[in-house]
């Protein structure tokens, strides 16, 4: 979490960035595109005659779209294949859900200090395995993007820099990180992308949730 200062230079990064065209563009194919798994699943449930949940696909959908559109990486939990993925995303959740309950807690930051309490020390795992699961995932990009300024020429980085900057939130403040090294750290990235993800995924799923049990709850509109 930032104040002051550094919130204002997020803001100001992160609004320039949004009010692009290329990232409009880039999120609208990756939400087209991980909705039609969706519906692809979710019809394949639906002929099988399965019972389903889905405010748990919902939240794949979401989280998958949004972390390609933060991270530009395919996270793909809807198909359940990766285990470090669904790991990763097991412990997204139970980290948010434990940050919750801090907020019914009013011994948390006592428990916190002392390294006490069950939910304190689960609370340090789960952040302990998303801080590794994203900082190599921001290793990984920078060493992609480093790589392709050593072996392309002046005319052709420059089509490759218009191209990655569409490839995701993460990408481009890369791209801005070249001139800013002392501000935009790892753990700068880090916070900064982790903040649109979490903004992004849970306020979509469940209100699409909603809706579906609202029409269900209402034939006559549906």
């Given at each position: ?15 320039f960035e949004f009010s692009t065209r290329n990232l ?24 099988a005659d399965e019972t389903m949940n889905l405010q ?89 993007m480093k790589d392709t300024n050593l072996h392309v ?70």
């Amino acid at each position: 979490m930032v104040d002051g200062d550094k919130w204002r230079h997020q803001r100001k990064l992160a609004s320039f960035e949004f009010s692009t065209r290329n990232l409009h563009d880039f999120s609208y194919v990756v939400f087209r595109s991980n909705g039609v798994k969706l519906a692809k699943k979710i019809s394949l449930l639906a002929a099988a005659d399965e019972t389903m949940n889905l405010q748990d696909l919902l939240l794949k959908c979401t989280l998958d779209s949004i972390f390609k559109v933060g991270f530009g990486f395919d996270l793909d939990t809807l198909s359940g294949l990766d285990e470090a993925n669904n790991q990763f995303m097991k412990a997204f959740d139970e980290s948010n859900s434990l940050t919750f309950w801090r907020f019914v807690d009013l011994l948390w930051k006592v428990k916190r200090y002392f390294s006490v309490g069950p939910e304190e020390a689960e609370l340090k795992k789960t952040i302990r395995m998303v801080d590794e699961f994203v900082y190599e995932l921001i290793r990984n990009k920078r060493e992609l993007m480093k790589d392709t300024n050593l072996h392309v020429g002046k005319f052709i980085l420059l089509r490759l820099k218009s191209d990655r900057d569409k490839q995701g939130i993460l990408s481009r403040f890369l791209v801005e990180s070249e001139n800013d090294l002392e501000n935009i750290t790892d753990k700068y990235l880090r916070d900064i992308t982790l903040k649109f993800v979490i903004a992004g995924k849970d306020i979509s799923a469940n209100t699409l949730t909603w809706f579906f049990y609202m029409l269900c709850k209402h034939p006559l509109i549906k």
